[in-house]
């Protein structure tokens, strides 16, 4: 989980750098595909040159073989390999980031972003920290949008929603489009009442934004969650309170 003073940085450089944004999400995508190289090979990643002592450290690292064995290497080969090197490690983020994001709203894919939230338990669990809410999203009425007005609509006002969504949740929550019109949101050092909060502001800037609404269920981690517990009892949530709303069910209806 990061502390507070490294996200203070990472929102400043996204804020001074539009590009960095990209950069970062490569290196998740990367790290999400090719977990052993991720880490190692995020400097290459982004912008300036690798310092020459850091090189055949990073070099031999992503190799697999002892630094030592780069001796015989001058600096110009070893630049040239680190050049090479990030090319196609840049060229591997990119894949996998149009792997891992649905492109249309720009959200993570099901399968990595379920992927990405039991990452964020297990770690959650290493270090216990304020806690972990998952926020599960249908749009009202989508349906009836196409319908009437054609996909293409539709499609706007999904991608309007996650945009409206986004500027209400911090740089590192994350959003997986987990149906054709459901969304869920990870919230993690964050607490049930928080979260509740934050679906309150979600649906406000929805509703201005999208010009659509939706329905929301918030579930907090439990000992024995894993993802798709976690996320099957957020939308059971949802459903409830929307049954509640609708007037076929009272509060207390499982």
């Known amino acids: 989980m990061p502390r507070q003073d490294e996200i203070v940085e990472t929102q400043a450089a996204d804020r ?18 090719l977990p052993d190289i991720g880490e190692v090979s995020a400097e290459l990643i982004g912008h300036g040159d690798v310092p020459r002592p850091r090189s055949r450290q990073v070099l ?20 040239r390999a680190v050049d090479r090197l990030r090319a196609l490690i840049d060229q591997c983020a990119r894949l996998a980031d149009q792997a891992t994001v649905d492109e249309l709203t720009g959200a993570m894919r099901r ?15 290493r270090s216990p920290g304020k ?21 293409a609509a539709g499609d706007e006002r999904l991608r309007a929603t996650v945009k409206a969504i986004r500027e209400r949740l911090r740089s590192y929550d994350l959003v997986i489009r987990y149906g054709g019109d459901e969304f869920v949101c990870v919230l993690t050092n964050s607490d049930a009442a928080e979260a509740e909060r934050t679906a309150a ?15 929301v269920g ?37």
């Open 201 to 215: 502001a979600l649906r406000e800037n929805v509703l201005v934004g999208a010009h659509g609404s939706i329905s």
């Open 16 to 33: 001074a750098d539009p590009s960095a944004e990209t950069h970062r999400r490569s290196r998740e995508a990367l790290t999400a595909a």
């Open 111 to 125: 399968g990595s972003g379920m992927a990405a939230l039991q990452r964020e338990i297990d770690r959650n669990r």
């Open 60 to 79: 031999a690292a992503v190799l697999g073989i002892p630094p030592a064995s780069l001796t015989q290497m001058d600096d110009t080969d070893v630049s």
């Open 131 to 151: 806690g972990l809410v998952a926020i599960f999203i249908d749009l009202d009425g989508l349906k009836a949008v196409n319908d009437r007005n054609g996909h």
């Open 218 to 254: 918030v579930a907090e981690l439990e000992p024995d969650d894993d993802g798709e517990v976690l996320v099957a009892r957020a939308d059971l949530a949802l459903y409830t309170g929307r049954r509640v709303r609708d007037g076929t069910a009272s509060p207390a209806a499982p």
